[in-house]
């Protein structure tokens, strides 16, 4: 059975801190690994990762995929309240149709 | 930008009325998507549509039918809604390009049966 794990499943972090969210995952024909941010209503998409070792980043948040050990991390430095939010990880994995397995997400709340 | 619309954003039912969740995009994508939202379950795949005139069973079909009317429309169909339905709907399209799914949602639509 195709499965994605994240972790922790919630986090509280002050303003400022550094912080790592976890996301491991067995699948079948893997592709691609996704991130996505979800404020009040839709997952918006942050990044798409397709090789090992290869560091995504956008200002303070970063992303690492590492195919062989099955998992990738999301990094966010010097968080802001404006970063809570929950951290939605997915697997893009196929045979004839692409699909995409999401985990249940990291809830982050950064607080003054 | 529109991006994916869907509509209503709220709705309430009784158990056993039936309604239709409308979902439209303007992005031209060819692949749409129906999921659901539960509280520590994640986003959960319902149907799929991999291109206009297909669509195909996901995670968690039971109770649930689907159109894709046309290339930017597909709607998500419950005949006898029940309790267990209540949830947050979200439509999703992607373009699929070069085997890149990256899938861009609408606002969802948050739904109780009562």
């Known amino acids: 059975e195709d499965k994605v794990v994240q972790s922790p499943l919630s986090l509280v972090v002050h303003e400022g801190d550094t912080v790592t969210l976890n996301c491991s995952y067995e699948?079948?024909?893997?592709?691609?690994l996704l991130w996505y941010k979800q404020e009040k209503k839709a997952p918006t998409f942050l990044f798409m990762l397709?090789?090992?070792?290869i560091e995504k980043k956008s200002g303070r948040l970063s992303s690492i995929l590492d195919k062989k050990e099955l998992f990738s991390i999301l990094n966010i430095t010097a968080t802001q309240t404006g970063d809570s939010a929950i951290y939605l990880c997915?697997?893009?994995?196929?045979?004839?149709?692409?699909?995409?397995?999401f985990g249940t997400g990291t809830r982050l709340q950064v607080t003054l | 930008n529109a991006g994916v619309t869907q509509t209503p954003k709220f709705q309430v039912l009784k158990t056993g009325q039936s309604m239709t969740l409308q979902c439209a995009q303007d992005?031209?994508?060819?692949?749409m998507y129906w999921y659901r939202q539960d509280p520590g379950m994640g986003l959960r795949l319902i149907y799929y549509?991999?291109?206009?005139?297909?669509?195909d069973k996901g995670e968690v079909p039971n109770g649930y039918n689907v159109s894709r009317l046309n290339k930017r429309e597909f709607s998500l169909r419950l005949e006898s809604a029940a309790p267990s339905q209540t949830s947050v709907y979200f439509c999703?399209?992607?373009?699929?390009?070069?085997?890149?799914?990256?899938?861009?949602f609408g606002a969802g639509t948050r739904l109780s049966v009562l």
């Open positions: 999703a399209s992607s373009p699929v390009i070069r085997a890149k799914n990256i899938q861009y």
């Open positions: 699948v079948t024909n893997f592709r691609s």
């Open positions: 397709t090789s090992s070792g």
């Open positions: 997915a697997v893009d994995h196929t045979g004839t149709a692409s699909k995409l397995t």
């Open positions: 992005m031209n994508h060819n692949s």
């Open positions: 549509s991999a291109s206009e005139g297909t669509t």
